[in-house]
C-alpha cells in the first residue's frame, strides 16, 4: 500500500486553510490514517481550525486502546470538535471557527472512513463512486429534490456548511464501511478540488497513472486550470500491494 498527498493554496486565495495527515504506518490501534480537513472563520482561525483538529484526533488516536476503527474515529471526532469550539470562545480572534474533517482508515480489503462538512471520500475503480455525502446547504437541497444535481456547482450557496467541527452543537458525523474491489484507489479532498473538477475527470486521471504522487500533482494541477479557486488538498491510497 502506497499514498501521496499534499495541500495547494490555489490561485486565488492568500492563505491555505487546509490541513492534511497521512501514515501508511500504524497510527495508535489502528494500521493507517488518512485525514483531510478544510478549515473556516477567518484569515487565521480557519487555518488554526484544521491544523489544530488534525492533531487533536491524531494525539487521540494514539492514546486510544479501542480497536474497532469506526468507533475510535467517532469518538476522536467528537473529542476535536468539543476542544475546537472551547478553544474559539476562549480567543475573540478564533470565535466561529470550525472545519471539515474526511478520515479514513484501510484494514485489508475494508474501508472505514468518518466525515463532517464536505471534504470528500471517492473510491476509484472502473469507475467513481463518492463514499461520504456533503453536510451542505446544497446537498440538502438536491437530497429534497428541490435542486437538480448538475446546478449544484454553480449554486450561489454551495460553500454553507451544515455540520463542522466546531459547532456549538454536539457534532453529528457520518461513518461509513466499504469493502474494496483488487486495483480500487481511494481518494481524499477538500471542496477546491471537486468544485473545479468533475468526478469523471478525476476517475480519468487516477485511472491512468498508477503513482499516487503523479495523481495528487494532476488534479491539482488540473484544479488550478480551471482557476483555482480555492485551496485544493487530495490524498490518494493505492490499496493494490495488500
Do not use: W
Not at 470562545?89 to 472545519?99: A, C, F, I
Amino acid at each position: 500500500m502506497t499514498s501521496f498527498g499534499k495541500t495547494d493554496t490555489g490561485i486565488k486565495r492568500d492563505n491555505n486553510q487546509d490541513s492534511i495527515f497521512l501514515s501508511d504506518s500504524p497510527v495508535g490501534p489502528l494500521p493507517n490514517l488518512y485525514i483531510v480537513a478544510d478549515g473556516m472563520g477567518g484569515h487565521a482561525a480557519g487555518d488554526f481550525a484544521s491544523q489544530y483538529a488534525i492533531r487533536l484526533v491524531v494525539d487521540f488516536v494514539k492514546k486510544s486502546t479501542i480497536e474497532n476503527p469506526l468507533s475510535l474515529m467517532k469518538r476522536a471526532f467528537i473529542y476535536a470538535s468539543n476542544e475546537v469550539y472551547k478553544e474559539a470562545e476562549k480567543d475573540k480572534y478564533k470565535n466561529g471557527m470550525g472545519t471539515t474533517m474526511v478520515a479514513a482508515v484501510l484494514m485489508g480489503k475494508e474501508l472505514y472512513v468518518g466525515n463532517i462538512g464536505d471534504s470528500r471520500l471517492y473510491v476509484v475503480g472502473n469507475d467513481i463512486k463518492q463514499i461520504t455525502m456533503d453536510h451542505s446547504l446544497v446537498e440538502e437541497l438536491i437530497r429534497n429534490g428541490q435542486l437538480d444535481r448538475n446546478k449544484g456547482r454553480n449554486h450561489p450557496e454551495k460553500n454553507i456548511i451544515t455540520r463542522a467541527m466546531g459547532s456549538r452543537d454536539e457534532v453529528m458525523p457520518d461513518f461509513f464501511q466499504v469493502t474494496l474491489e483488487d486495483n480500487d484507489k481511494v481518494m481524499l479532498c477538500s471542496d477546491g478540488l471537486t468544485n473545479m473538477v468533475e468526478d469523471d475527470e478525476i476517475r480519468d486521471i487516477i485511472g491512468e497513472d498508477d503513482d499516487p504522487r503523479r495523481m495528487v500533482d494532476s488534479l491539482i494541477s488540473r484544479a488550478n486550470y480551471y482557476g483555482g479557486n480555492d485551496n485544493i488538498s487530495v490524498i490518494v491510497i493505492s490499496a493494490s500491494e495488500r
